[in-house]
């Protein structure tokens, strides 16, 4: 089993919300960022996984203190290595508006344009102004509901390749989708 179903497998499991070891998932991680530390897709599903574990699932308050310490390493390694990738700056600056704070980031006194998480999707859109995908991160975050829905209505039922796409990406990709229907779905009654 490659890397890419090791982690499906574990993030099918995801909203159990169930008590588990997290031990092996923190070693198939390390071991992922150890073998593969210039993939984007391996670093953005990493850090989405641990992230993930923090905010939805049990854990013990020892793994909680691994997990919280390896999330703050891999980002700020991935952070430096990618800080210039699109395809990195779209996901994981989506999942910074979720709790930065586990990132090591507070920013809690800052407008919505002045956090990390918006600068990054203001950056992946402005480095690939044609992406749909990238535009609507940045205008959704932007609380531009009308020209969001436009772009959400266009991605999921327009026919492009932007779903399939998000789901090659794993938990982060089907985390896009969900957005994209709640913008869509919640934006329709607005416009």
């Known amino acids: 089993m490659n890397w890419k179903d090791k ?21 198939l991680v390390q071991d992922l960022m150890t073998k593969y ?22 854990y013990s308050d020892s793994e909680q203190q691994i997990i919280t310490d ?4 891999y980002f700020n390694e991935s952070q430096q290595r990618f800080c210039e990738n699109s395809e990195y700056l779209f996901f994981i600056g989506k999942i910074l508006h979720i709790a930065e704070w586990y990132f090591g980031i507070n ?58 796409w998000l789901s090659t990406k794993g938990f982060p990709g089907t985390y896009l989708i969900e957005s994209l229907k709640y913008c869509y779905d919640n934006y329709k009654q607005i416009v």
């Not at 982690?7 to 070693?27: M, N, T, Y």
């Not at 205008?139 to 969001?148: G, I, P, R, T």
Request: glycine share 2%; charged share 35%; proline share 3%.
């Open 107 to 164: 920013e809690e006194m800052k407008t919505v344009e002045e956090t990390l998480a918006f600068k990054m999707q203001k950056k992946a859109f402005e480095k690939e102004p044609d992406n749909q995908l990238y535009e609507w991160a940045y205008l959704f975050s932007k609380d531009e509901k009308k020209k969001a829905f436009t772009l959400s209505k266009q991605i999921l039922y327009e026919g492009n390749n932007w779903l399939e």
């Open 70 to 73: 390896l999330l703050i390493k």
């Open 37 to 58: 530390p210039e993939n984007v897709e391996a670093n953005v599903r990493a850090i989405h996984l641990l992230h993930n574990i923090l905010v939805e699932e049990e």
């Open 7 to 27: 982690l499906s497998e574990i993030e099918s499991a995801f909203g159990r919300h169930e008590q588990r070891d997290w031990k092996p998932v923190i070693k």
